[in-house]
């Protein structure tokens, strides 16, 4: 795994079928394509379904923000033939709480389901800690349990069951939650 820090300031980060890399203005086609599948909307808890139109381009411009909260990278998997934009991961900074906290969050296309690329995603995204993060918390629906084995396979520990909203179920939904704990081994990127 390597890195090389991107013209928007934010790392890429190299691991073994997939580059971790900010967002373009070109991936709105199949990010659409992909958040559009209820089965990838119904995995989170912010994805609306059906998916309204603009709602990519505008995730896009969010995740490009120099004032962003939340730090998005596409899942390349293109130099292993895999295709441009095969998921995303993220990292949320934690408003409240102890400082250096931050929410990883992620979701891969149904055509890379088991596969191994969320995992391999998470395990590269939490050892480069690109935000410096002392802790990173996760949480996933009770109902997908290979999210849940992502997690533990990457070393976070569960702490416990709460409940959030999903957008596109229109419900409350119970969760799994996860800590992993880090140490802050890098300095936060400006």
Known sequence: MSETVSLTGQPEIVADRVVLRPLRRSDAGLLSLYTGDKRVAASTSSIPHPLPPGTSEAFITRALAPNR????????????????????????RMLHGAPN?????????????????????????TAANPLGSATIFASVFQDNPISAR???????????????FCVSRGAKVPTWTYLLRLGARRSPAA
Do not use: C, H, K, M
Request: aromatic share 10%.
């Open 69 to 92: 909260r939340e730090e998005v990278w596409a899942l390349d998997g293109s130099s292993s033939g895999l295709g441009e934009l095969v998921g995303v991961i993220s990292l949320t």
């Open 150 to 164: 992502v997690l533990t396979g990457a070393g976070f520990d569960y702490i416990g069951d709460a409940e959030t």
């Open 101 to 125: 906290q931050a929410e990883i969050g992620y979701w891969v296309a149904p055509a890379f389901w088991n596969t191994g690329l969320a995992s391999e995603a998470v395990r590269a995204l």
